[in-house]
């Protein structure tokens, strides 16, 4: 169905955007060789599913399917095609149309410098908690529990194989864009030598492991996507997202051969589906609208996906042809790779694995408590064999590693992002950098590094937060920035003239969706407080949901307004503004 999606409504919207093979991209007329540098389409690929993958379309199917995995099997496959995958093509779309400028640029060529910004400030907040969650996610895969180990260790346990690894992992993406683009290695020759050297660090982090206390590794983990942010594109967030992207190739290829295996001979081994097809509209996480399509995140529609698209992968598109593949292509590897977690947990559920990575409460509930890459790569891993097994600790390490590289690449990419954003926020039209404003006190504001540090020191603050105070809100305002997002679009397509009426029901979906979860966190968060049972984390949820709303309301009622000008001036009423009316 995904293929079927991609084929037939992606080809159909290539037609009806008029996708042109031979104009010039940002990335051939703009090159700066710093953020505007032109990728092969498969080093692309890697670094634009790669940023926008994380740990999300392993982590949101995980938590959703209290449900039961027919609504999350469904959205994931009708949210992937109609939703996501059009949200992420029309933002690249948009973007290479508009000088590779961001969606906050695309929505002032349609909606005014208001819009812009009140985008740009809800982006940000957006972004801070992107970075709170995979800070956490990824500090929660690499920390030593043990007190007083520290350092490099011998014979490690999984959480101190995978920070080796990692660590190793980005010095050899380094090298690898050194190699490639200083010395001109041809990429087929690189290739194969990086992947023999991933193995060969795999097999150096299953002997020898790095370990650090959760706090370390969060100060660690924000000097990293400070530097990584800020550095050229071609020196780590190329290299690094393409050789990232064979450990997602083979995590898929293992996921898939272990889901055959284990349901030819899983009975008999006692590897059995266990989640129940469909629970009830109503759980203890909430009711399933709008939980559920808030919760599956990533696999099936995002809005972090079009910053990425907008903000670094536009900046290296070579070609017009290359945004399906690379956009919406993506997008549908994500919603199979949500479907393919949805599997592994319900093979985890039931077996030994359970009792350490998830929590049975009494009315048979289960909910996700530890890191998305121990549920999943357990999984999968016990289809191979015992939890003592070579092959068990091998493939486990390795699906670790796969989840923890994609978390730290939607860090950088997102702390990249803030920078550009921040700077934006700042300038004014005649001020094209930092350098060129007049007041010093915006040229301070605008500056990358002031930016930068605010977003990564704010972002590893929260991250220190509990996993499910984050996730829930920033579910919330991924899937809002979404519907923006895909209002965005909608209004600069109809502002050139092009078909964009297939963008009206999934926009309404998703901010009526994510508008109901924002006011049903406040309503929850407010009555902790009036019950005095409140910690400062609640607080900050209220404040931060209530701003996303106000903000996003007012940006609705901009949307609604350029709609109406356009149906006017075209003498069409387009299916929203007449259901306003």
Known sequence: MLFAG?????????????????????????????????????????????SIAGAGPINGPIMAAVFGWVPVFLWCVIGGIFFGGLQDFGSLFASIRNEGKSVGEIIKASMGKFSKKLFIIFALLVLILVIASFVNIVAGTFFTADAGVSGIVKNPNGNQTTAMISICFIVLAVLYGII????????????????????????????????????????????????????????????RDYLSSFLLYAMILIALAGIVFAAITGGARGLNFNLPAFTGWTQASGYMFPTLFITVACGACSGFHS??????????????????????????????????????????????????????????????????????????????????????????????????????????????????????????EDEATWKDAKSPVRKLLANPLFGTTLMVVTGCILGGLQ???????????????????LMAVAAWLGNVGKNNKMFFIPMAFMLCATLAQLVITVIKEVKK????TAVWGDYFQ????????????????????????????????????????
């Open 180 to 239: 490639t683009n200083l010395f001109g290695i041809k990429t087929l020759p690189a290739t194969i030598a990086g992947i023999i050297a991933i193995t060969a660090i795999t097999v150096f982090g299953l002997n020898y492991g790095l370990a650090m206390g959760r706090t370390s590794w969060i100060v660690v983990i924000g000097l990293y996507i400070a530097v990584a942010s800020i550095i050229p594109v071609w020196i780590m967030l190329q290299p």
């Open 6 to 50: 991609y084929v037939l409504y992606g080809g159909w919207l290539s037609k009806q955007w008029g996708i042109d093979p031979a104009k010039k991209t940002p990335a051939n007329t703009m090159k700066d060789g710093v953020d505007y540098v032109e990728a092969k389409p498969a080093v692309l690929m890697g670094h634009h599913f790669s």
């Open 467 to 485: 996993l499910t105070a984050i996730w829930s809100l920033f579910g919330a305002a991924n899937q809002l920035l979404a519907g923006i997002a």
């Open 529 to 532: 407080v009036i019950a005095n």
């Open 307 to 428: 910053l990425i698209a907008s903000g670094t992968t536009s900046k290296q598109l070579d070609a017009e042809q290359h945004a399906r593949p690379i956009a919406y292509g993506s997008m549908l590897i994500e919603s199979a790779l949500g479907i393919i977690s949805l599997i592994a947990v319900g093979i985890v559920v039931g077996s030994v694995a359970e009792q350490k990575f998830l929590t049975i409460n009494d009315k048979g509930l289960w909910a996700f408590a530890g890191s998305p890459a121990s549920v999943f790569g357990s999984g999968i891993a016990l289809m191979f064999g015992t939890p003592d097994s070579h092959i068990y600790k091998t493939i486990s390490a390795l699906l670790t590693l796969a989840v923890s590289v994609f978390a730290l690449t939607s860090l950088d990419s997102a702390t990249r992002l803030s920078r550009f954003m921040f700077s934006e926020l700042f300038l004014k």
């Open 542 to 581: 209220i404040v931060f949901a209530f701003a996303m709303a106000i903000l996003a309301i007012v940006l609705v009622i901009e949307g609604i307004r350029t709609f109406t000008k356009q149906s006017k001036k075209n003498g069409l009423k387009v299916p929203l503004v007449a259901m306003c009316d």
